[in-house]
């Protein structure tokens, strides 16, 4: 199609009204300046209710969809652009795609005196989208439930060949369709997930910390995290570190990820919490292979913690055992 002249359309259809309906129509849909103007807004100017300013605009419609024929190829090919989406686009896209970044409003107003295409105006799950019709939109709706529901399961961002592996459709469709969603986004490294996941939307420093020992996949120091995350203050790095409990200090200065199997407290309570797990006494061999895959920290450390009587005793094959359950 060759390009448009959207200011010769807009005012060949706005050629039949009166100064009144072309000025409701020019500023309810932001066709001279930017921005689209409320029916309030319009209505306090001309002294009349809101209501009344909506019967005036219908009028004007009324009069402007006959003119609106000649354009028919305009209308069409929007469709066809829906179709190509799979019959849902983002609004902000889909206008883009027509209007360009000067005449989307134009191209907007085009849409709604037209009427055959469905609208979503927006709510806290998705923006607001264009569709073929409701129907489309309501078949878009469910799969992208089913959609976070699958992501809700992998819990973790995943590729969007992953994505297609679960719902197979063209790549471009589903790259659309994910685009809706206020609840799934993609990260820099173009993984998809829920935007509440820190590794999709993270928020402060905690959550680069976390998105990065993920990424490394082993512990680090805490000087260390704060060249990866490229902060200037490692000590700043270090008091984040100690107050979230996703993180475990496992060495000096050294910390690993609570759901990598970590679990916090000083090497005596890792102990503990090895021979609870086990469920029996436990050989100073077993033990220090179980606290060393937990805490960087020497073998006499281990040995000296299992010498405190007040928490171990050894029984008659001389295995260790706690005092008390913890």
């Known amino acids: 199609m060759e390009k448009l002249n959207f200011q010769k359309i807009i005012e060949e259809l706005i050629s039949p009204l009166n100064p009144k309906e072309k000025e409701v129509i020019l500023r309810r849909f932001g066709l001279e300046k930017k921005e689209r103007e409320t029916l309030e807004a319009i209505g306090k100017d001309f002294g009349i209710c809101r209501e009344r300013v909506r019967q005036i605009q219908n009028k004007a419609f009324e009069k402007m969809k006959e003119r609106l024929k000649d354009y028919k190829e305009i209308l069409e090919k929007a469709k066809v652009l829906l179709e190509k989406a799979g019959g849902v686009k983002k609004e902000e896209d889909f206008l883009f795609e027509i209007g360009g970044e000067e005449y989307q409003n134009h191209f907007y107003f085009m849409l709604k005196l037209d009427g055959s295409l469905f609208r979503f105006p927006g709510n806290d799950q998705f923006f607001a989208c264009w569709a073929v019709d409701e129907k489309t939109f309501k078949e878009h709706q469910s799969f992208i439930k ?4 699958k992501l809700e399961e992998i819990k973790k961002p995943v590729k969007l060949d992953e994505i297609l592996e679960f719902f197979p459709m063209k790549k471009e469709i589903l790259e659309a369709k994910i685009k809706t969603s206020k609840l799934i986004g993609k990260n820099e490294d173009g993984l ?10 993270p928020r402060g420093i905690r959550d680069k910390i976390f998105i990065a020992l993920k990424k490394i996949g082993k512990p680090l120091h805490f000087k260390e995290i704060a060249v990866v995350i490229s902060h200037p203050n490692d000590h700043t790095v270090h008091n984040e570190l100690i107050k979230d409990p996703r993180f475990v200090l496992v060495g000096r200065g050294i910390y690993a990820l609570r759901e990598w199997g970590y679990f916090p407290g000083e090497v005596k309570d890792v102990i503990l919490k090895t021979l609870q797990r086990a469920g029996r006494p436990m050989t100073k061999e077993e033990i220090i292979n179980e606290v060393t895959r937990q805490r960087l920290v ?5 040995l000296m913690n299992l010498s405190n009587r007040r928490l171990f005793k050894r029984d008659e094959n001389g295995r260790y055992f706690p005092v008390q359950e913890i």
């Not at 089913?146 to 529901?149: A, E, F, N, P, T």
């Not at 998809?192 to 939307?201: D, H, S, T």
């Open 146 to 149: 089913k959609l976070i529901k």
């Open 192 to 201: 998809y997930g829920l935007k509440e996941w820190p590794e999709i939307n």
């Open 298 to 302: 020497k073998k006499s450390t281990i």
